[in-house]
């Protein structure tokens, strides 16, 4: 700071309010000891979504299959088209309630919030509790999105590695030591490892949360009913938290909407801050995504669509079994294919007619691989892209150990 003081003839105080502010912003990332860099991506990122090739096969978007998505005609024939007007309830009773019930179901009683998808609720819970510079842990690896949303937000990245029943404890502890003000993790439907929390790991995780009662614990639900995986809870119930879980995956992404439950004060600053913003979700959504709710119909079709996103998800695993390539995916809409060489692989399989999701967008510190999303997989193409992947990882594989 000193020299560059010199070099521009500046004050060294001036200089240091110029970090703090780069730093604060997200331009720069300051590493006790190691000094201040460059931060490797821009704090909000403008990127245009590339065009794939014809031809190429998508997945790597994380979207649901459209086909085992709920018709919304009749609901939306249905919808009251009366005027609401400033000042009514946020949320529409009919939803709040059947939230209550879905959450109560799993043994959860708080407070409810509606908000415009589970990322929204996610960053008004971060920004009405935490300041800039305030740490947050997140999954290694972890869905990019959170991560630049909490780089976003002039947070600060803690990571703390998934294995395949979620945060590792020990780790999460360590994370908690060096002052970690919240916890953002994903129950079940890891995105991208599909990892899911069982009840003997969710009881160590909460031993370890318990012993920090103040740090605000988000759990992002948001495969919820069709992930595949039963909920467990990860946070303490007299703690702070939200469990966020999201409509995109169960009534289709358009709708917008996620249903969050917490402790009061967490959930009462998600809809303060909501206010200062799109005020509430909007009723006419709110009242879609009631009415198709309730239908039996859509009951028995998102049974069916968890078990289908189950069953593709495991014949890729299993395609890729008979190669010899351990690949996981226990619950959620993807794969995750741990790979030494993901950027060759990745590719090489858009050359063969498949676009994948490279590690590299997902992980902080943990082993590369590339996540593929099934939700639309049919066994039959799940066993040609296994081939392909086999193919390409005897020449990969030589070329790497060369
Ligand atoms: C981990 C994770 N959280 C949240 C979302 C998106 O939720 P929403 O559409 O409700 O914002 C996704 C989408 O794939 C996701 O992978």
């Known amino acids: ?57 998508d997945l790597a978007s994380g979207n649901p299959d459209p086909s085992l998505l709920p018709s919304l005609a009749e609901a939306l024939g249905r919808v009251d088209p009366t005027h609401k007007l400033y000042g009514g309830p946020a949320k529409l009773p009919e939803l709040e309630s059947l939230a209550s019930a879905e959450f109560a179901a799993d043994g959860l009683y708080g ?31 972890s869905w990019p999105r959170i991560a630049d949303l909490v780089h976003a937000l002039g947070l600060v990245v803690e990571p703390v590695a998934v294995d395949s029943r979620g945060l590792d404890p020990e780790a999460l502890e360590a994370a908690l030591r060096r002052g970690a003000r919240a916890v953002i993790a994903t129950p079940r439907g890891q995105n991208p490892t599909g ?31 069709v992930a595949g995986a039963p909920y467990a809870p990860l946070h303490v119930e007299d703690g702070r938290w939200a469990v966020v879980r999201s409509l995109s995956k169960v009534l289709g992404p358009d709708l917008r909407l996620a249903m969050a439950a917490g402790d009061p004060l967490t959930i009462s600053r998600i809809e303060g801050r909501q206010r200062l913003g799109p005020g509430w979700a909007s009723h006419l959504l709110q009242q879609v995504a009631a009415l198709v709710l309730r239908d039996r119909e859509t009951k028995r079709l998102l049974r069916r669509a968890e078990r289908v996103y189950a069953e593709r998800r495991n014949a890729l695993v299993s395609a890729l079994a008979a190669h010899g390539i351990d690949a996981s995916g226990d619950s959620g809409l993807g794969v995750w294919v741990p790979l030494a060489d993901e950027a060759a692989v990745v590719r090489e399989l858009l050359a063969r007619g498949w676009a994948v999701g490279p590690g590299e967008r997902f992980r902080f510190q943990s082993a590369s691989g590339i996540r593929v999303t099934t939700a639309a997989l049919e066994p039959a193409d799940a066993a040609r892209l296994a081939d392909a992947l086999a193919s390409l990882r005897g020449p990969t594989a030589r070329t790497y150990d060369a």
């Open 111 to 141: 407070e409810i919030a509606v908000t415009g998808g589970a990322l929204d609720a996610i960053e008004r819970a971060l920004q009405t509790e935490l300041r800039i510079g305030d740490r947050v842990v997140l999954e290694d690896p």
């Open 1 to 57: 700071m000193r020299s560059l003081a010199d070099a521009l003839a500046v004050s060294p105080a001036t200089v240091a309010a110029a970090y703090r502010t780069l730093r604060q912003r997200g331009f720069v990332v300051a590493d006790r000891g190691r000094g201040t860099t460059v931060a490797a991506l821009p704090p909000v990122r403008v990127r245009r979504v590339a065009e794939l090739p014809a031809g190429v096969r």
């Open 195 to 225: 990892a899911a929390v069982d009840p003997a790991r969710a009881e160590e995780l909460r031993a370890v949360l318990a012993r920090w009662p103040d740090v605000l614990v988000i759990e992002d639900d948001y495969v919820a009913r």
